[in-house]
């Protein structure tokens, strides 16, 4: 017959405090745990406020135009409208982007592309105004996959927001209205172009893009 163990208050609390502050050694991140890239030392490799044309950008798919200070999206039939600001091959970047999402039935989204070999591969960080999440993804050869997700206040149609991404190495922070959201690592892309993109039927205006090189 087999002896049932009963285990004593003092036991099962030292246990119960050693599995909820460690995971293989290591304590569980919070959002407070989180530090953000301190991005000392650098210095401004792109600013554009699209109050003109500027050849420097290239347009794969979608419809962009630049008017009234503002660079649109406006298709709503491409499935991943890209546009890339191929003058500058960067690794370690602070980019920020101000976006106003105007429509979308399927999407209302506005994302950030860094670290982009061309116009299929590349990290994007998207938000959205029809969902509560904001997402950090790879594109390899023009499939997409998702690699980090934070559940937030979707950004509301037609007002402005801010979006900025801190890469450095294969450490990415990605921050929604001035809040940090993501803090992952990931080594797929080290180098390359950066640039905009929005998704399916979304109608989606950029302006102030600022892009820092870390040192």
């Known amino acids: 017959m087999k002896q049932r163990i009963t285990m004593t208050t003092s036991l099962a609390t030292i246990l119960l405090i050693g599995l909820t ?3 293989c050694g290591k304590k569980a991140e919070t959002n407070s745990d ?3 890239i ?7 490799e792109i600013s554009d406020t699209f109050d003109k044309q500027n050849p420097a950008w290239k347009s794969y798919t979608g419809n962009w135009t630049i008017a009234n200070g503002v660079l649109r999206q406006n298709s709503t039939k491409d499935s991943y409208p890209v546009i890339l600001r191929e003058d500058k091959n960067l690794d370690n ?3 920020r982007v101000q976006f106003k999402p105007i429509s979308g039935d399927i999407d209302a989204s506005a994302g950030i592309i860094f670290r982009a070999t061309d116009e299929d591969n590349y990290y994007i960080v998207r938000a959205n105004a029809l969902e509560n999440n904001f997402r950090l993804y790879t594109f390899i050869d023009g499939y997409r996959h998702q690699l980090a997700s934070a559940t937030v206040t979707p950004p509301s149609l ?3 927001h801010t979006m900025r991404v801190v890469a450095n190495g294969d450490h990415i922070q990605v921050y929604l209205n001035n809040k940090l959201q993501l ?3 990931d080594a797929t892309f080290t180098t390359g172009y950066t ?3 929005t998704k399916a039927d979304s109608v989606t205006e950029f302006d102030n893009f600022d892009v820092l090189k870390l040192m």
């Open 93 to 95: 970047v602070d980019i």
């Open 34 to 36: 989180i530090k953000p």
């Open 21 to 23: 502050t460690t995971a």
């Open 183 to 185: 803090d992952h690592h």
């Open 158 to 160: 037609n007002k402005i």
């Open 38 to 44: 301190i991005n000392r030392n650098a210095g401004k």
């Open 195 to 197: 640039g905009l993109w």
